[in-house]
């Protein structure tokens, strides 16, 4: 049926259990498939590769701004551990990380905060110039009223969904605190 042979519990050779249209059906599937790949790659482009050492910037949403890394250690799946400015690591994959031709970090440990703070560098015996030191304006009323009126409630800086949408409480809610 159809160019087959018909299922049966007797043996068989396989050379009897091929179809003259085997071949035929496989290249042209070979060749819808090299077709497909064509246009996938049209527009591909080679990827920087990334090292250990290598400065990134990387952030984890569109709403982000690039922030300044090292990375640390090369994961598989295209995936870094990266370490920030700030002394924390964080894992990234490559959607998320650009190489950036910039100098590398400087990253102060407590170590050395702690070294800093307890051997302050000496006190200045020179006086400073006089474009060193900034002018303040003397305060009006309007500024003196603003220094002693309570701080404005800041409103909180507003959340987006992962897809991006900004997340917004719903009005019935505006009576509860």
């Not at 077709?35 to 482009?45: D, E, F, I, L």
Request: hydrophobic share 30%; proline share 11%; net charge positive.
């Amino acid at each position: 049926m159809f160019g087959r042979r018909t299922r049966t519990h007797l043996p068989t050779t396989d050379c009897l259990l091929k179809s003259a249209y085997d071949t035929v059906a496989h290249d042209a599937l070979v060749t819808a498939k090299h077709r497909q790949a064509a246009y996938y790659n049209r527009g591909a482009r080679e990827q920087h590769p990334i090292s250990v050492g290598d400065v990134v910037r990387t952030r984890w949403n569109n709403k982000d701004e690039w922030e300044k890394a090292e990375v640390t250690k090369v994961l598989p799946h295209w995936s870094y551990l990266l370490r920030y400015e700030d002394g924390s690591t964080r894992r990234r994959t490559s959607r998320h990380v650009r190489f950036s031709p910039e100098p590398p970090l400087i990253i102060q440990d407590d170590n050395d905060a702690t070294q800093a703070a307890a051997n302050p560098p000496p006190p200045s015996t020179t006086r400073p110039h006089v474009e060193d030191m900034a002018w303040h304006p003397p305060p009006t009323s309007s500024s003196v009223h603003r220094a002693t009126s309570p701080p404005a409630v800041k409103a909180p800086p507003p959340r987006y969904s992962r897809s991006g949408r900004q997340i917004k409480r719903p009005a019935k809610l505006n009576d509860f605190v």
